[in-house]
């Protein structure tokens, strides 16, 4: 994304994209699914040992930058993981570290950031419900105050990593307000309901929360005070959401470039006929744009710009309608093979659909950005 | 092609330069809507009237004599040799005020011609010329594309022949922007006819006024001039008159050309054509763009209709990301991780935009878009709708722009070219139409 990476980022970057490449090839990829899909733990640790998960949280909580701004730093390695689609809950993981670091309390950071930053545990961020909205509006999961503890009831839906998760981020619906809480996967009354997912190795599941009690201790932050936190979740889950996306999609036009200059009809090369040139260049143009405006609004977030709400919508809505139909039109440039398992094609068109659905759609962001020009 | 884009080398920081732009900006300028009309008044004064070119000049003059032109232009020719950051930063300080549009009158001058010139041009030339340009003392034209052929640039018939010390013109050129109020113009024409067709072009220097050349406004589809045709009959130029070499005109045509796709997508490091409500992608006051687009649904009751809402958050993304796009291009081909004809990318990127805007305006204002009261101000809707191609077509069609990003860019196989290796004399082209009696 970021066109100028400081010498320590650009280091960080080869490594990344090498691990990747020997830990997580493709191939690696399919096999995980033929496995039952999700990701290995000590894949997730190694990654955790280059810094994947502690970029967002606080030194003395184990965490660590490259450059001095950590989303970008992660952004690279969500870039790198969309380049082969490969696995791991590194959005999970970093939205609620990101949290913990500014609003946990010692306790929290203690015995769960510290954790997140090493990979023992793995963390995530159930919001969205059953009707699939990422809209705080809609959060209806209630939580109730019994006595000095709290009750949970609801049912949170498409959390990423669901069935792996040693604890969950719950944003929940108090009075007129929300507040988040820190719910261990083993409380009693917490249930996973794993859910088929597009994606051949990122897993999605339903939590339900039953009865859950909990201490006042789980919640995150002040009660009633979590507007702002859940607004910067969703901003740092659409950077790396984004990134992912577009080093997906800059991979497979590549891919799709190389094949149409060697495969030849009619006695010369596919990519000598002008119409499929228009394509391609249309295609170039929809990659630059996306990897713009990505880069762009990862900016503001890291920066906490007063105009990241906005930027960072325009760039899912942007880049939620164009990935999808640049791959199709990838696999269209493949012709028949494009449609087949055997093909690669459809681990990439599989990770991109999934993500443009996912922390709302480019409708949903469209009419996010509608309320904040004023109509 | 190479300018100084580092700000930690020059010595007046971004910020500081803002402080003295904002200061500047507030004493000169009147904020747009404010009812005031400080550039009209002084025009009046002395008794000029107060059109959109006599409005633009006279901002541009501002900025000369309040130390704010010439930008990124080098000192020695008139500039402030500041960097791409000052001028987007002085963009965006102006973008309240009214500046009468200086950015697109100046657009071609300032972001195409000017910075061709610092290329290729000699030193005599660049000292002649550069600094009135950036003073606002002289506008500039292009005399590019002909009668019988736009999109194939290097096909100029337009015949210049030596004759001593000085070249005679004869031919003509059309869709330029402009002549009828311009004071020069870049011209290309064919030095030498018996060499395949590159090899055989110069790019003169024409002053507009020049005798023999005659300017002829052409009628728009909207009912407007914005066009002129010209007419070159025994046009006499110096030999010294060039830009770049004889012969070499080719070069500076395609330098030229990516200057100009860079400007006209928003991603020239020279100058902001959209600067004080110009021409460009990302312009305040346009109904197809951004905040005008929400006051046209509202002013239809849209403001609650589910799908006009997504329609103009829809416009609003595209226009947002064609000036993220502006910025990634302009780094990416000053670190070289794009080519220079990367420029394409962003002319290609505004235009569709803009015809996709235009759809969207059209859909939101529905039948007051075709059938209105009689105002005076703003083109009509319904009537900039039949203009919805122009940046389709200008600057080279969207159609030579996939062309350019293919083979470019993408360093996919070129097109076979017939013409490419023979001499110019031999090759197919389209007959000269002939001049009616009516001058048509």
Known sequence: ????????QQLFWETTRKMLETESPLTAVRAR?????????DYWSAGCELGWAAMLAPEADGGGTISGRGLLDVAIVAEEMGRLVAPGPLAAVNVVADTLGRRGDGAQRAEVLGALTTGEMVATWAFAEPRGSWDAASVELAARKDGERWLLDGTKSFVAEADAADVFLVTARTGDALTQFLVPATTEGVAVVPRESLDLVRHFGDVVFRGVEVAATAVVGDVGDAAGDVERQLQVALVLQNAETVGAIDRVLGFTLEYAQ??????RPL??????????????????????????AARSVQEEASNAPELISVAKAYIADRAPAIVQDCVQLHGGIGVTWEHDLHLYLRRVTQNAAIYGSARDHRARLAALMGM | MTIDTSVEDVEESVDAFCARARAFLAETFAPVGSGHDPIGDALREHGVEATYVERGRQAQRWLHAGGFAGIAYPREYGGLGLTPAHLRAFSREARPYDLAGVGGLFGMTLGMIGPTLLDLASEAVKARYLPQMISGDELWVQFLSEPTGGSDLAGAVTRASRDGDTYVLNGSKIWTSAADYSDYGVCLARTDPDVPKHRGLTMF?????????EVLPLRLATGDTGFCQEFFDDVTVGADQVVGEINDGWTVASRLLVHERNAVGGGSPY???????GFGPGRGQDPRQGMGLVALAKAHDLGDDAHARQLVAEAHVLTTVARH??????????????PPLAGSLLKLFGSTTNVRTADIAMALAGASAVVWEATDGETPLGVSYLFRQATSILSGTSEIQRNIISERVLGLPREAAPDRDVPFSAVRHNAMPQRRRDGR
Do not use: N
């Not at chain 1, 060697?262 to 006695?267: H, I, K, S, Y």
């Not at chain 1, 260049?281 to 405006?293: F, G, I, P, R, S």
């Not at chain 2, 990416?332 to 991780?337: C, F, P, S, V, Y």
């Open chain 2, 271 to 277: 100058h902001d054509m959209a600067l004080g409500g």
């Open chain 1, 1 to 8: 994304m970021e066109l100028e990476l400081d010498h320590d």
């Open chain 1, 33 to 41: 699914h033929e496995a039952g899909g999700g990701f290995d733990r």
């Open chain 1, 271 to 296: 990519a000598s006929y002008q119409a499929l040139k228009h394509r391609f260049a249309d295609m170039k143009m929809w990659v630059e744009a996306c990897l713009a405006t990505a880069t762009v």
């Open chain 2, 325 to 338: 796009l502006g910025e990634r291009v302009q780094v990416a081909t000053r670190l070289g991780e794009l």
């Open chain 1, 262 to 267: 060697d495969r030849v009809a009619f006695g």
């Open chain 2, 205 to 213: 220097i024409v002053p507009v006024d020049a005798p023999g050349l």
